[in-house]
């Protein structure tokens, strides 16, 4: 049986400049060795979506953070009851195309 190693704690200090950035959305991309999260603040009326954070990771340490994420959520609903997420808006595709009907072949009926 092999030992654990001892665990790392780690002091964590928080800067008293710090600010906190509200972000309402976030758009994921990733390259081969990199996942990229973009914070973006949307709000009403306004048109424009400031991005408020880039945070980049590793791909490992954004499942890392996924996991961790998933498990704070668990937590978060077992004290407060379940996060009631709204129905996700339709693609730009089901926007355009979402009314056409099709015929039996496929085609698109001559009244779409």
């Given at each position: 049986?092999?030992?654990?190693?001892?665990?790392?704690?780690?002091?964590?200090?928080?800067?008293?400049?710090l600010n906190a950035s509200y972000a309402n959305t976030v758009i994921i991309s990733h390259t081969q060795s990199e996942v990229?999260?973009?914070?973006?603040?949307?709000?009403?009326?306004?048109?424009?979506?400031?991005?408020?954070?880039?945070?980049?990771?590793?791909?490992?340490?954004?499942?890392?953070?996924?996991?961790?994420?998933?498990?704070?959520?668990?937590?978060?609903?077992?004290?407060?009851?379940?996060?009631?997420?709204?129905?996700?808006?339709?693609?730009?595709?089901?926007?355009?195309?979402?009314?056409?009907?099709?015929?039996?072949?496929?085609?698109?009926?001559?009244?779409?």
């Amino acid at each position: 049986m092999n030992p654990q190693p001892p665990q790392r704690q780690l002091r964590l200090e928080i800067p008293a400049n710090l600010n906190a950035s509200y972000a309402n959305t976030v758009i994921i991309s990733h390259t081969q060795s990199e996942v990229v999260m973009d914070f973006i603040q949307v709000m009403p009326n306004d048109p424009r979506a400031r991005i408020q954070t880039r945070v980049v990771m590793t791909p490992v340490n954004a499942k890392l953070f996924l996991r961790a994420l998933s498990e704070n959520v668990t937590r978060f609903e077992e004290r407060h009851g379940e996060i009631q997420v709204p129905p996700q808006p339709p693609s730009l595709a089901d926007q355009l195309f979402g009314s056409m009907r099709t015929g039996e072949d496929g085609a698109p009926d001559a009244d779409s």
